[in-house]
């Protein structure tokens, strides 16, 4: 089982407010947060960082989240092939959740319906803590 | 001005007149798609402001950033609730411009009736404490598999019973029946609150209706729950109908197929 202080997560939002109250909670948690502003970013720091989940949006400036999920999911590394992802967007209709998940998303959250409690506890979920 | 004439301006006239009745209906249909496009985007565009409200007043309730007085945690759980209410509003917005744009998606699948009527229950505990409300559901001996969205007619139960319970008085009765008939499964839901008056009932299903008595007592809402919720019924192959008096309550009937795809 892994140890909250050493779970690593990244972060990928373009909303600053949003990002910034994302990653209180979650540090206050315990878990170290690195942020993405963009996609582009996102894949930057996910080889930098080898994060153990990513909280990932669709609409993102330069490379969209759909881009990036298809990105890491056939990442040539295979670790960070299969990093948890949870997608976290305002855009809720059924060919938006389908299309994460044919990319591989292992679980999908619109912002508006949920808290960041509830962020914590599919991060738990996911990594089994 | 001879017979021929006069046929030939008249022929003339009703051209005229069918292509004013083209271009007005294209017009029409054009402005109606720009309508709900506008909607669209501007409902995606307002749910990031109203997710940073939820956000931060949630981590504040919680008590994240420091412990908060009695008074404080009211003031802010009020905030909460009113932004809530803005949510439901957009997502509202949202789904009545899909249906308009028909790009309202469903995903159908067999389902257990019964457990879906909890989960609506369970959703709205919060207000059936509230209001100390009776929830009397008579469930039927043999429970029906039907298909449907699970998450739509979710919606539908949320949208009947929410209206039952926001329209009731203090300890209202709200019961749930449900009966099989003709392969059909129709559901009952009967308050005793505050009514509709009669000569406002066939609004109802009207985007943006709310009933006069209401509006006296009670200004939140959409008005958009009923367009909705008669949308997703029909889209199921069912119907809807509502029969109230004033002062007295109202009971929402409403179908569902049993065991057939739509």
């Excluded at chain 1, 295979?78 to 044919?102: E, H, M, R, W, Y």
């Excluded at chain 2, 943006?208 to 949308?231: D, W």
Aim: hydrophobic share 40%; charged share 30%.
């Amino acid at each position: 089982m892994l140890n909250k202080q050493e779970i690593k997560i990244l972060l990928v939002e373009d909303d600053n407010f949003l990002r910034e109250i994302c990653t209180k909670k979650l540090t206050k948690q315990g878990f170290i947060v690195y942020e993405a502003i963009d996609g582009e970013q996102a894949l930057k720091k996910l080889e930098k960082v080898r994060p153990d989940i990513i909280l990932l949006d669709i609409i993102l400036p330069i490379i969209d989240g759909f881009e990036v999920l298809k990105q890491i999911r056939s990442h040539k590394d295979k670790k960070i092939q299969k990093t948890p992802i949870i997608i976290l967007s305002n855009l809720g209709q059924k060919n938006d959740v389908d299309k994460a998940f044919t990319l591989g998303a292992n679980n999908y959250l619109i912002k508006a319906h949920f808290t960041t409690d509830d962020i914590l506890d599919k991060i738990k979920k996911e990594l089994s803590l | 001005m001879n017979f021929y004439e006069i046929i030939m301006l008249l022929f003339g006239i009703f051209s005229a007149l069918i292509g004013c009745f083209l271009y007005l209906k294209n017009y029409k249909n054009k402005l109606k798609q720009q309508t709900s496009e506008f909607i669209s985007i501007a409902t995606h565009q307002l749910r990031t402001p109203l997710t940073a409200i939820k956000w931060s007043i949630k981590m504040i309730l919680d008590g994240d950033v420091g412990k908060l007085n009695q008074e404080q945690q009211e003031l802010l759980s009020k905030g909460y609730q009113s932004n809530e209410r803005v949510i439901k509003l957009v997502n509202d917005l949202l789904d009545v411009s899909r249906i308009e744009e028909k790009k309202f998606d469903y995903q159908f699948d067999k389902y257990d009736f019964e457990n879906i009527i909890d989960a609506a229950i369970e959703r709205l505990q919060n207000l059936i404490i509230k209001k100390h409300l009776k929830i009397k559901f008579n469930k039927p001996i043999k429970n029906p598999k039907i298909y449907v969205d699970k998450e739509k007619i979710l919606l539908v139960l949320q949208n009947l019973l929410a209206n039952a319970m926001n329209y009731s008085t203090e300890n209202g009765i709200i019961k749930i029946d449900i009966k099989i008939k003709n392969k059909f499964l129709l559901i009952y839901i009967k308050d005793n609150g505050v009514g509709i008056p009669k000569n406002e009932q066939f609004k109802l299903f009207s985007k943006f209706f709310r009933a006069s008595n209401i509006m006296k007592f009670k200004t939140q809402g959409s008005g958009l729950g009923l367009f909705i919720t008669k949308n997703i019924i029909e889209k199921h192959g069912g119907r809807i109908s509502i029969k109230s008096q004033e002062g007295k309550g109202t009971e929402v009937c409403f179908s569902l197929p049993i065991l057939s795809s739509p």
